[in-house]
């Protein structure tokens, strides 16, 4: 990666954990940077509360936590049922927790808790924590949707959970297109690499 593009950053730590994860888990540093500005402008304290995100995960059962009703996300208090991690966060903690974006990357709480993070959600307001969650889960993405979609699929998902075309859009568009746009603009890939799709 061009050193020069990881002065894009706001916080060199960034970078260096970046660089560090995508060596690690196989994937290109400048997409990773792309994603990383377009998220939080490459800031690792950068939090943000999202109450309408509703998929929760059950640390107690290890597994997704049972569906919630409209009402249930729209309260400022967790169901009755919904667990937590005695001594790292209450309920209240814990669901709040997970229903927001954390770190350079902006990872949820919840993909977090899936991943096995089991630590304080703003210790993913690291460099180190939070770049390695969300590229745990990025990687994921690579597995699923790489061969099919390229980077760019990649990237949908990453943003949006799965890559979806828009109905109507422009020939390839994805619903969530400007954020593609937007991490391909902050990356600096080529447009070839970044929508090649395929092995390679």
Not at 84 to 97: C, D, K, L, P, Q
Not at 126 to 143: D, K, N, W
Not at 174 to 180: D, I, L, R, S
Request: contains cysteine; charged residues 20%.
């Amino acid at each position: 990666m061009r050193a020069a593009h990881l002065h894009t950053l706001a916080d060199q730590s960034v970078g260096r954990s970046i660089v560090y994860w995508a060596d690690i888990h196989n994937i290109p540093a400048e997409l990773v940077v792309g994603i990383a500005m377009a998220e939080s402008r490459g800031e690792p304290s950068l939090w943000r509360a999202e109450p309408k995100y509703p998929y929760l995960y059950d640390v107690k059962k290890l597994g997704p936590f049972r569906g919630c009703t409209a009402g249930e996300l729209a309260a400022s208090r967790p169901p009755a049922d919904f667990p937590s991690i005695r001594g790292v966060s209450s309920r209240a903690t814990e669901w709040w927790g997970q229903r927001a974006s954390w770190g350079p990357m902006q990872v949820m709480g919840g993909v977090a808790r899936e991943h096995g993070f089991r630590k304080a959600f703003p210790l993913l307001c690291t460099a180190s924590r939070g770049v390695e969650y969300g590229m745990i889960h990025l990687a994921g993405f690579r597995e699923r949707y790489f061969e099919k979609w390229g980077w760019a699929g990649v990237v949908a998902a990453y943003n949006y959970g799965h890559p979806l075309r828009a109905k109507g859009g422009l020939g390839d568009d994805f619903v969530n297109q400007k954020y593609v746009d937007r991490v391909k603009k902050h990356s600096l890939m080529t447009a070839e690499a970044f929508y090649k799709v395929g092995g390679g």
